[in-house]
């Protein structure tokens, strides 16, 4: 059973625009989410988290929405550039400290100049 | 600053056999969690060490173990290994305390043969 799912396996966006990014959960524990890009070869990279206690949170081009009473979070970035494309996960912690991250399956972004 | 590194990168196995991977933190942090990336079940959790103690545990057969050393540097080790084994194995450090991002090494490419 997936806990957390991206439910989009890909998504190609035109550079400048916006790239939306999201996520579902069933596990109402959970209380602590972040998002992650992968790129080939790499291990993932850290961006962005959101703690349940708040609705968003926004650094740089990235913002992240969370809607608990929906089990969904998204994950914006505006603009896109070429350089974002990578796969992207979410993920989620059910004690605030990050630990046992369960990880959606990701979304490839390509973002074409 | 240091990122987290995992030696070796790539690995071939045969059937059978035992294997130890090794994961040195980040400076200063003292959480190292494991992760399993394989294209089937994604990323998955194995187990996390805090202070050398098993501090969580992910759905995993006994086969996977591990260990962490008074410097925070971990192992973990796969025993009989079978070819449903091949798989990125990841490794996450963290400074440890609450809501604190974790930061990921470039993994272990294991291929069982």
């Known amino acids: 059973d997936q806990q957390v799912k991206q439910n989009s396996p890909s998504l190609s966006v035109q550079e400048g625009r916006i790239s939306i990014l999201n996520c579902d959960y069933t596990n109402s524990m959970f209380d602590y989410f972040l998002w992650y890009k992968k790129y080939p070869a790499e291990g993932p990279t850290f961006l962005i988290s959101?703690?349940?206690?708040?609705d968003k949170n926004e650094d740089g081009r990235f913002t992240v929405f969370l809607n608990k009473s929906a089990k969904h979070l998204s994950l914006h970035i505006v603009p896109s550039q070429p350089g974002d494309s990578a796969v992207y996960f979410c993920a989620a912690s059910e004690d605030n400290a990050g630990n046992m991250l369960t990880f959606g399956g990701g979304t490839r972004l390509m973002v074409k100049p | 600053k240091a990122g987290v590194t995992q030696t070796p990168r790539y690995l071939i196995k045969t059937r059978g056999q035992q294997v130890t991977l090794s994961c040195s933190p980040i400076?200063?942090?003292?959480?190292v969690s494991w992760y399993q990336q394989t294209p089937g079940q994604g990323l998955q959790f194995l187990f996390e060490?805090?202070?050398?103690?098993?501090?969580n545990k992910g759905n995993f057969p006994g086969r996977f173990s591990g260990r962490q050393f008074s410097n925070s540097r971990s192992e973990m080790n796969v025993s009989t290994l079978e070819l449903g084994d091949s798989a990125l194995y990841l490794c996450?450090?963290?400074?440890?305390?609450?809501?604190?991002?974790?930061?990921f090494g470039q993994g272990t490419r294991l291929t069982v043969v």
């Open positions: 996450a450090s963290r400074w440890g305390g609450s809501g604190t991002e974790a930061f």
């Open positions: 959101i703690s349940s206690i708040k």
């Open positions: 060490y805090f202070s050398e103690t098993q501090r």
């Open positions: 400076s200063g942090h003292r959480s």
